[in-house]
């Protein structure tokens, strides 16, 4: 057997791709992390850093002006940014959301006119189908999109909308035929500068304080009629589309908090002494770390294969999407409180991250589909076997 032959491992371009944006993440964006949470302000220090190393949007394709890179080294960034500060992350991951939709099925046109401006930086968009009584039940929406010559008004409110404000371009869902449900749900691109188009104020929220989250309003929208992803009724499949997509990268957002809160406390029960001896020589916060590392190394895995086999339009692709963000999310909720716990009364101050990692670590859990709805879809696929 030669012994050179990698049978199960990263290629070195994702392995060479996660020390460079590591080393970014821990000299441009860790040193801010903590007030861009205190004063809940957007991370600009990490924005201009990523979109000058060109990891701001790694997955638009060349022919827009991006890097073209593949879904695991998209979550590799993700990753890397979320285990220093995860408000941070969602530059690179909403850039990914909100175009997704585009680039899935928007015409040549539409995507010449929105995507060069992501690739450089210029502009972000962001992804609009919640709202406060649709969130779980998208097809619910109010919000009513039609055709007047050659514009469509849009008109309603959309919810919960991260990066709202910052963002330039707009993914926006509306109903064009509620007679229909989700047939009759379309998609559109919205600027902030198209007329009757307004962004609410800051949502106070938990955690990710530093990724703004508003509600947008349009009020007779004016759009040209060309700016809608798709034909006519097809919205909401290419919503669904999205997710498969956008799932992995939220796993590998909430790997990545994980590895931060596991990192940050092997550091800390190696320096911490109690009863004359290191806290790391007691037996039971070793079997705390132990767990802890399993868990993180197990959701890596789920979030690579996962996001390699959205790449390739693997059949059980929806499956390892939703098992990916589910199980790297939960794992990120348990792996902070456990380290937290392990910091003691020292976790429970903003002193050190990992009070700030736990707050960041619980939206994983909602966002894109809560875990209850990620469980309802792999049962789904597993019952049709």
């Known amino acids: 057997m030669n012994p050179d032959f990698d049978i199960y491992q990263l290629p070195e371009e994702h392995r060479e791709l996660r020390a460079a944006v590591r080393s970014l993440s821990e000299k441009e964006i860790a040193p801010h992390a903590a007030d861009v949470d205190d004063k809940a302000r957007y991370p600009t ?27 695991v080294a998209g979550c590799i960034v993700i990753e890397e940014v979320a285990r220093v500060c995860a408000s941070s992350s969602l530059v690179p991951a909403i850039n990914k959301l909100g175009s997704m939709p585009i680039l899935l099925a928007a015409s040549e046109e539409l995507k010449k006119q929105v995507m060069p401006s992501i690739a450089s930086g210029e502009a972000m968009i962001s992804y609009a189908l919640s709202e406060r009584e649709s969130g779980s039940d998208a097809v619910a ?28 371009w707009y993914t926006v869902f509306a109903t064009t035929d509620p007679e229909k449900g989700a047939n009759g749900v379309s998609a559109f691109v919205v600027h902030a500068d198209d007329p009757g188009f307004e962004v609410g104020p800051k ?17 007779n929208c004016t759009i040209p009629a060309d700016r809608i992803i798709g034909e006519p009724g097809t919205g909401f499949k290419t919503a669904m589309r999205t997710f498969d997509h956008t799932r992995p990268t939220i796993g590998a957002q909430a790997l ?43 959701a890596r895995q789920l979030v690579y294969v996962a996001a390699a086999k959205v790449e390739r339009g693997d059949k059980d692709m929806t499956f390892m999407a939703s098992a990916a963000k589910c199980y790297a999310s ?12 392990l910091f003691g009364g020292a976790g ?13 670590a619980k939206i994983t859990q909602i966002y894109e589909g809560t875990n209850q709805i990620q469980r309802m879809v792999m049962a789904r696929a597993v019952l049709k076997g």
């Open 45 to 71: 220090e990490a924005r201009t850093a990523l979109t000058a190393a060109g990891f701001h949007a790694v997955h638009l394709p060349e022919e827009y002006g991006g890097d073209g890179a593949d879904a």
């Open 141 to 168: 929406m109010k919000t009513r999109a039609r055709l007047d010559g050659d514009h469509w008004v849009l008109n309603g409110t959309k919810a919960w909308i991260t990066n709202a404000g910052v963002s330039s």
């Open 203 to 219: 949502e106070r929220k938990l955690g990710i304080k530093g990724s703004p989250t508003c509600e947008i309003y349009m009020t």
């Open 256 to 298: 990545g908090i994980a590895q931060g809160a596991l990192d940050a406390s092997v550091a800390y029960v190696k320096e911490r002494r109690q009863f004359g001896r290191s806290i790391s020589d007691f037996q039971g916060v070793q079997f705390m770390l132990a767990d802890m590392a399993m868990k993180v190394e197990a």
């Open 330 to 341: 939960d794992v990120a909720m348990d792996v902070t409180v456990d380290a937290v716990q």
């Open 348 to 360: 429970y101050t903003q002193d050190f991250p990992v009070e700030r990692m736990m707050r960041d």
